[in-house]
């Protein structure tokens, strides 16, 4: 099957630590994105990557890091420089330039700083 | 000027009517609207996109409107279903932009029996 996953599902962090979340895709897509959702917000982008070792700060990227090393993998690291880092993170990705605007999501990582 | 403003932030609805979520938008360079339907604890699904050179785009139930000079768009689904009970986003970018989609705020939609 084709499609994005997002591991873990959940996860816990200790205030001043690091976190890594994973996403992986094996639709041969060109582009991968990373969002933040909040309770009553909509997604804000983290970070975006259209092609592999290369990649753009969206609007929020103060805190997070990214790489690109293979085209279907684009991990997000969470900082302790994040100062709120509870949120739901979205991975997306879509094809190529001609459609970069249909984004594929996968199902998120929730992520709760204790 | 980056700013999609989506209304309202929640909506019931009775089984078989029509509901209707609204979009306004600043960026009069913005010439792609998609659609994205979310269910609790799942990532988005894109359900319906629009440019702006059509006034209505319909698939199935669901149809989006499409007003330019308003610089509004909407989603109306028909004939609604308690499955379609969901959280709905508009968004909005340039077709010839690197996927920079900028989301509304969401609406959660309840559709009651």
């Known amino acids: 099957d084709g499609g994005i996953t997002q591991s873990p599902k959940y996860l816990f962090r200790k205030e001043g630590q690091n976190v890594t979340l994973s996403c992986e895709q094996n639709l041969n897509h060109d582009a991968m994105y990373w969002y933040r959702q909040d309770p009553g917000q909509g997604l804000r982008l983290i970070y975006y990557?259209?092609?592999?070792?290369?990649?753009q700060k969206g609007d929020i990227a103060e805190g997070y890091s990214v790489s690109r090393e293979k085209k279907e993998s684009f991990p997000l690291t969470v900082t302790s420089a994040q100062k709120n880092p509870t949120a739901f993170y979205l991975c997306?990705?879509?094809?190529?330039?001609?459609?970069?605007?249909?984004?594929?999501f996968g199902p998120g990582t929730r992520l709760t700083v204790l | 000027q980056q700013q999609v403003k989506q209304s309202p932030q929640s909506l019931i609805v009775q089984k078989g009517g029509i509901s209707i979520i609204n979009c306004a938008y600043e960026?009069?360079?913005?010439?792609?609207f998609p659609w994205y339907q979310q269910f609790p604890g799942k990532g988005p699904a894109l359900l319906i996109a629009i440019r702006p050179d059509v006034s209505e785009k319909k698939e199935g139930r669901f149809t989006i409107s499409f007003n330019k000079s308003a610089k509004q768009f909407s989603l109306h689904i028909m004939d609604s279903q308690p499955g379609d009970s969901a959280t709905y986003f508009c968004?909005?970018?340039?077709?010839?932009?690197?996927?920079?989609?900028?989301f509304g705020q969401g609406t959660t939609l309840q559709v009651k029996p």
């Open positions: 997306a990705s879509s094809k190529d330039r001609v459609t970069y605007n249909e984004q594929f």
């Open positions: 960026n009069t360079a913005f010439d792609y």
């Open positions: 968004a909005a970018t340039r077709a010839s932009n690197t996927g920079k989609l900028i």
């Open positions: 990557s259209q092609i592999v070792n290369d990649f």
